[in-house]
């Protein structure tokens, strides 16, 4: 079965500084990839999405995310966060091809003191 | 506006009191699905539905039941809650089971005594 690490749990950073999470999965063949975000108290959104071609994908928020498939990689960056990016978030894959269910990480909480 | 709605949004009850957390869906979306939230374990599938009539289980649906009678709505019924599930439930739907993005309600945080 496919599943995904997350291997920060929990980030701190002061506004400005440059993120990068991790997130690597463990299934071999093709795959689709998110990053989705989840605002203290609020739902998850979508960040943004791999499916296929270039392998460096810009999100909403200035956020990106570059799929290395030698690494079974999807790490999540931002060159300077701000304090409102202050959120848990959380990697997703799902085997590409007809009906596959997504499997998400266990998240990151990324705090951002001003 | 296109969102999933949930309810209650909060709820503490009782070991075995029957209870159902109901989502809505306004995107005409087939596909359905249950996910609790528990610190450190992230999003864990319950259960899932691709059409009506259609459900299925996720990765943990001991003690939740569903039923998927219009395309609109998912209920998630717990028959005889326990503490074990205490948790945050969010509801989450998509276009078709073949696409990828899941839109997410606003959570039910469930607390059971």
């Known amino acids: 079965a496919q599943s995904v690490s997350q291997h920060n749990h929990h980030v701190i950073l002061s506004e400005a500084a440059s993120l990068e999470l991790g997130c690597n999965y463990s299934?071999?063949?093709?795959?689709?990839l998110f990053w989705y975000v989840q605002y203290p108290g609020q739902h998850l959104q979508l960040l943004l999405k791999?499916?296929?071609?270039?392998?460096l994908v810009k999100g909403i928020k200035g956020f990106e995310a570059e799929f290395i498939k030698s690494k079974f990689s999807f790490n999540l960056r931002k060159p300077s966060v701000q304090w409102s990016d202050t959120a848990e978030y959380f990697c997703?894959?799902?085997?590409?091809?007809?009906?596959?269910?997504?499997?998400f990480g266990t998240g990151t909480k990324l705090q951002v003191i001003p | 506006e296109a969102q999933v709605t949930q309810n209650p949004r909060y709820l503490i009850t009782v070991t075995g009191k029957k209870l159902t957390v109901t989502c809505s869906q306004n995107?005409?979306?087939?596909?359905m699905s249950w996910y609790r939230q528990d610190p450190g374990l992230g999003l864990r599938q319950i259960y899932y539905?691709?059409?009506?009539?259609?459900?299925d289980k996720g990765d943990v649906p001991e003690g939740y039941k569903v039923s998927r009678k219009e395309k609109r709505n998912f209920p998630l019924i717990l028959e005889s809650p326990s503490p074990n599930q205490t948790s945050l439930y969010f509801c989450?739907?998509?276009?078709?089971?073949?696409?990828?993005?899941?839109?997410f309600g606003e959570g039910s945080r469930l607390t059971v005594l």
């Open positions: 997703a894959v799902r085997k590409s091809g007809g009906y596959q269910k997504v499997t």
């Open positions: 791999y499916f296929s071609g270039d392998p």
């Open positions: 989450a739907s998509k276009t078709s089971p073949n696409t990828g993005e899941l839109f």
């Open positions: 995107m005409n979306h087939e596909y």
């Open positions: 539905s691709m059409n009506v009539e259609v459900t």
């Open positions: 299934y071999g063949g093709t795959v689709n």
